[in-house]
């Protein structure tokens, strides 16, 4: 495929690679993307149609990213991970459509061979945010400025995080979860939950977020179960599997059964526990 170069198209316009660009003859350009001014592509990197890459970023190794995507100044993709253990291996970044990455995102690959960091479609990156090895953030998430993903961690849809915070290696934060800035993030944060503090604390149910994203529309929703629910769950002086196996005894719904499953996996060996409630 030819790649066009034209001195004169203005910043994130047109179908173009900046002259003062790098992008090695191996790697991969769709239609309608654009590399700005000081950006480096590798050889091992796909860039789908319509994406746009900003001065000075770099993408780099096993990199494949979708369609319509922004990446603004500074960002670096694909790099080694932050890991000691990694020996070199061809590990891999995969990256949707429609994210924003803004300024001085870094998004590492995984650590050993066959594993992958996974970035799904519709997420604000705010900046400075740091993306670790193998992480998985699903769809129409925010991370605001200088949030820290350690390694290893899961993000569900529609998860909002504020800013200035760190994620603890192996935590997973549920759907339409909404955790507080500068809170401390040690533990799994179920979906539908505030949680915010410092050590982290569930507050309640993310009230605001649930009416925001439309399931109070959904006639199969019930947010007054969803609260029994909840306060089953983290109300009690039990801990907290024994209060999971008396909800699930209980009336659920779908989102009362996804949080009851979450916290069921939660609690098993492979990950850190969920984060504690302050009514406790």
């Known amino acids: 495929m030819e790649i066009k170069t034209t001195k004169n198209d203005p910043f994130f316009k047109g179908t173009n690679v900046h002259p003062n660009a790098h992008v090695d003859p191996s790697a991969e350009l769709h ?15 796909i860039i789908e149609s319509g994406t746009k890459i900003g001065p000075n970023a770099i993408i780099e190794g096993k990199t494949k990213i979708g369609k319509n995507n922004n990446v603004f100044p500074n960002v ?15 590990t891999e970044v995969i990256i949707g459509d429609n994210n924003t990455f803004r300024e001085c995102v870094t998004i590492n690959k995984a650590t050993y061979e066959g594993e992958k960091t996974i970035i799904g479609n519709n997420n604000l990156l705010m900046a400075y945010t740091h993306i670790g090895h193998n992480c998985e953030l699903a769809n129409g998430i925010v991370l605001s400025n200088g949030v820290q993903v350690a390694g290893h961690v899961k993000i569900e849809d529609k998860a909002i995080i504020g800013g200035c915070l760190g994620i603890h290696q192996f935590v997973h934060i549920g759907y339409l979860a909404m ?19 410092h050590p982290g604390r569930l507050r309640g149910l993310n009230r605001v977020g649930i009416k925001r994203s439309g399931l109070m529309e959904n006639k ?4 007054k179960l969803l609260q029994n629910t909840w306060n089953l769950l983290f109300k009690s002086n039990d801990v907290i599997s024994i209060s999971l196996e008396a909800a699930m005894k209980e009336k659920l719904d779908t989102s009362s059964t996804k949080l009851c499953n979450f916290l ?9 526990g969920p984060m504690p409630s302050i009514n406790l």
Do not use: N
Not at 31 to 45: C, F, L
Not at 76 to 90: V, W
Not at 264 to 272: E, H, M, V
């Open 31 to 45: 239609d309608g993307v654009s590399v700005a001014s000081g950006a480096i592509v590798g050889p091992k990197v």
């Open 76 to 90: 670096f993709i694909g790099l080694e991970p932050q890991d000691l253990k990694y020996q070199g291996a061809s």
């Open 179 to 197: 955790i507080g800035g500068m809170t401390r993030v040690d533990r799994d944060v179920p979906p539908f939950c505030l949680a915010e503090g």
């Open 220 to 223: 199969e929703f019930d947010l």
């Open 264 to 272: 069921k996996d939660s609690i098993s060996k492979k990950r850190r």
